[in-house]
């Protein structure tokens, strides 16, 4: 149950190999090569005590939770609940029922689109997001806008990736209603300032909705510093399990919205002529949720927990550092993006060689990384190139991977000429 690491007792230093021990997916070959998994920003790999815990639960807690008086069902609802508190304690939100249980950031997004924003929009009213968003943080909003007859206004980046802050405020006047934000772009690794920016959409009154998907496996959140009304996460990309999020929700908004979906176990009485509803979370909560999934990503909390951010955010940064030294020696390869402060991410172009020819190729000496738009066409668009590579890195990656991604990028100027 407990996280395998414990700091050297003579150097005070925590040992990559031993918490790789951790991932049993890291120890594996591919295509002959070890593996160098370098595509945490689509998806971390999870370590032996999150798999374990699916297993356990399965294995001997399975049972459907909120509604057995039986042992089993006490057992699961309670750590399902469990979780739920790891969750706010993650993301220091004030109480637990403002963690809401969802697939992941994208079904948290359209939840605010659609409960909060069709609540408040009106004809004429503005949402504003930036030129930086993921499409998960556009389409529910244009959709949105469509149906109600409001405008989606984007506040723009310059060449270095980073949000022009004048440009953004020109936009927050009193009809933007609703502001949505990415806090650590996945295609640039650019880290916004998050609590400047919505303290000042707070000055226009707006309700503001942060993207942390990306954020959330490098930083330690704090919902209530940020002073931002919804945050949302992906427990998939911070080593937990496919398939669970939360949506954290100022309690106050999650009270007035209306439910998203309709179902068991979101209602407080049910009859033909009214159903009223059960208050948050479980008002967003219907039918029957990913209970092993918030177990496991309970357990993924307390992984990161014990792992300590100190450690985390500095074995990335040696990792963002020593890759950018070592990209910049293959011929023709030109990072995009450039913010001053940025994550672990990593998105290239190669003179010559498309994208996706280089990710075959890095793939035969067994290094994954991910080409294409990365679900952010507007960015590749505005930096006029139809895809990128992108190496993405996890604490558990070393700089002998990087070195590995390097040559592997030489072979390929090789193979293009
Ligand atoms: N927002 C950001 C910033 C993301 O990076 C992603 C996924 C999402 C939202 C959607 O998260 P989901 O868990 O609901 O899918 N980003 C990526 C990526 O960069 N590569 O694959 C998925």
Redesign the pocket.
Known sequence: MQPRIEPDSTTGTIDIEQIRQDFPALHQQVRGKPLTYL?N???SQKPKQVIEALSRYYSYQNSNIHRGVYYLSEQATAAYEAARVKAQRFLNAANPAEVVFV???????NLVASSYGRLVLQPGDEVVISAM??H??IVPWQLLCESVGANLRVAPIDTSGTLIISEYEKLLGPRVKIVAL?H????LGTINDVKHLVGLAKEQSAVVLI?G??AAPHMPIDVQDIGCDFY?V?G??MYGPTGI?VLYGRIELLETMPPYQGGGEMIRSVTFEKTTYAPPPAKFEAGTPHIAGAIGMGVAIEYLEQLGWDFVREQERVLLEYALERLATVPGLQVIGSAESRASVISFTVDGIHAHDIGTIVDQEGVAI?TGH??TQPIMDFFGVPATA?A?FAFYNTVEEVDTLTKALMEAREVFG
């Open positions: 595509d920003a689509a998806t697939r992941g950031t994208t079904e948290a997004i968003e993921h998960s943080n990415v650590v772009s996945n295609s993207d998907a990306q949302t992906s998939h990309k999020g991910r990365h679900c992108r993405s």
